[in-house]
C-alpha cells in the first residue's frame, strides 16, 4: 500500500497542473476551448470570413464588451470550431494601464517599449501567447491572445507572402 501512495505522489509532483497547459479566459472567452457558437451566444457577430484553411475570421460588436476605450473586437475560430485567437483593438492611451494588468496575470517574455517610437510586450501563460502592440504613427493598441499553434501558422503565412511579393517584384524585371 505505501508502494501505491509513493507512486501516487511521484506522479503528482511529475506532473504539472493542467492550469500551466491552459490559456486565458479574456472577456470569458477561453482562447483554445471556447468554441465559435458559444462566442455567438454572449456577443453580437458583426462580420465573418472563411479563408482557404477552413479558419473563420469574425469580427465582434466591441459594445458588446462594455470595456473602455474598445474600438474593435475580432476572434478567429480553428476547422474545429475553437476560438484560437481572440484580438482587440483598443485606444492607444490605455498601453500602460493594460500592460500593467498583463504584468500582473502573465510572465513577461519580452518588452521593447520606447519613449518615442513602437511598444511592443509579449507575455505567456501556458501554451498561450499575450501580444500588446502600439505602433508609433497608430491611434489604436492591438491586444492579441492566440495559441502557439496560431502564431506558428501565421509566421508561415507571413513568410510566404513576403516571398511571393519578392518573387512577383523579380518577375517584373
Not at 119 to 143: N, P, Q, R, S
Request: with cysteine.
Amino acid at each position: 500500500m505505501n508502494r501505491f501512495k509513493d507512486l501516487v505522489i511521484i506522479i503528482i509532483i511529475l506532473l504539472p497542473p493542467r492550469a500551466l497547459y491552459s490559456c486565458p479566459a479574456p472577456s470569458k472567452i477561453k482562447i483554445n476551448e471556447t468554441t465559435f457558437e458559444e462566442v455567438e451566444s454572449m456577443y453580437n457577430v458583426l462580420l465573418s470570413q472563411t479563408s482557404e484553411d477552413n479558419y473563420v475570421y469574425t469580427q465582434l460588436n466591441a459594445s458588446d464588451f462594455q470595456i473602455e476605450g474598445l474600438n474593435k473586437v475580432f476572434v478567429v475560430t480553428n476547422p474545429q470550431g475553437i476560438i484560437e485567437n481572440f484580438n482587440l483593438r483598443i485606444d492607444k492611451s490605455k498601453f500602460d494601464q493594460i500592460n500593467a494588468l498583463l504584468a500582473s496575470k502573465y510572465v513577461l517574455k519580452s518588452s521593447k517599449i520606447a519613449n518615442v517610437g513602437n511598444k511592443l510586450v509579449k507575455y505567456k501563460d501556458g501554451e498561450c501567447w499575450i501580444f500588446l502592440t502600439a505602433l508609433h504613427m497608430d491611434f489604436e493598441l492591438e491586444l492579441v491572445y492566440t495559441t502557439d499553434n496560431f502564431r506558428k501558422k501565421r509566421v508561415i503565412e507571413i513568410k510566404r507572402e513576403q516571398e511571393q511579393k519578392r518573387q512577383s517584384i523579380l518577375d517584373k524585371f
